[in-house]
C-alpha cells in the first residue's frame, strides 16, 4: 500500500478549510489530519501532529509574516511547509523560500496543481506557482541583468539554477553533497557577481537564460 502524506490545513477562512478537505478526502494518497484557524492553534498541532505538508495561508490570524514558519520548522524539522496566498507578488513567494518554505501557491490555483504541489513538497521537492514564475518572467525586462555569470564557477552556477528552481539551502546542501554554509557562500558569491540582491532576481535571470523551463 502506498504510503500516505499527512497534510496540516493551516487557513482561517472555514469555507476554504472544508473544501480543500472535500478535495483531499477523495484522494488516496493525501491524508488530512487536521485543521487550525489561527497561528497559535497551528503551532501547537504542528508539534503534536508532526504532519508530512503544512498548508499555512499567510492570512492566518495570529500569523506574523514568516515567524511561525521558523516556529513550525524549530518542533517539527520533518514537516514541509506549503504557504498560500492571494498575490502574485514576487517578494511575498521570495521570502517564502528565504524563510524555509517549500512551496509557495496562489489560493486561485487549480485543483491539479494544488495536488501536485502538495505531493512534490511532501516528497521533498520544492514547488513554485508557475504563475509567480510568469510575474518574473514580465518583470525581467524592468531589471536588467548581465548576460551572464561572468566568473561564476560550474558549482555557483548549480547552486544558482537550484536556489531559482525553489530548493531550500538543505536541499542543495543533499544534492551537491556540501554544508548549508558552503551554499551560502556560493550564493553570496554569484549573487555578488551578477549584481543580484534577491532570490526574486535569480529566477528573473534563470529565465532570462533559459537556465530554468517556465
Known sequence: ?????????????????????????????????????????AAKMVALLRPAVVILSLSLPGFTPFERVKDFMHVSPESR???????????????????????YLLKGVPVTQLLLAI??????TSFVDPRSLRVLAANEASHPQPRTPGRASSREQEVLILL????????????????????DS??????????IDTR???IRFAIKERLIEM
Not at 500500500?1 to 488516496?28: P, Q
Open 1 to 41: 500500500m502506498t504510503e500516505r502524506t499527512t497534510v496540516l490545513i493551516c487557513e482561517d477562512h472555514a469555507v476554504f478549510r472544508e473544501g480543500l478537505r472535500s478535495i483531499f478526502v477523495r484522494e488516496r494518497d493525501i491524508n488530512v489530519i487536521g485543521e487550525a484557524e489561527d497561528a497559535e492553534v
Open 81 to 103: 511547509i506549503l504557504a498560500m496566498g492571494m498575490f502574485e507578488d514576487e517578494e511575498v513567494s521570495d521570502r517564502c523560500f528565504e524563510n524555509g518554505c517549500s512551496g
Open 119 to 124: 505531493r512534490l513538497v511532501g516528497s521533498q
Open 164 to 183: 531559482a528552481e525553489g530548493f531550500s539551502y538543505k536541499e542543495i546542501a543533499a544534492r551537491l553533497h556540501v554544508s548549508v554554509k558552503t551554499v
Open 186 to 195: 556560493h550564493k553570496y558569491n554569484v549573487m555578488r557577481k551578477l549584481g
Open 200 to 202: 526574486a532576481g535569480l
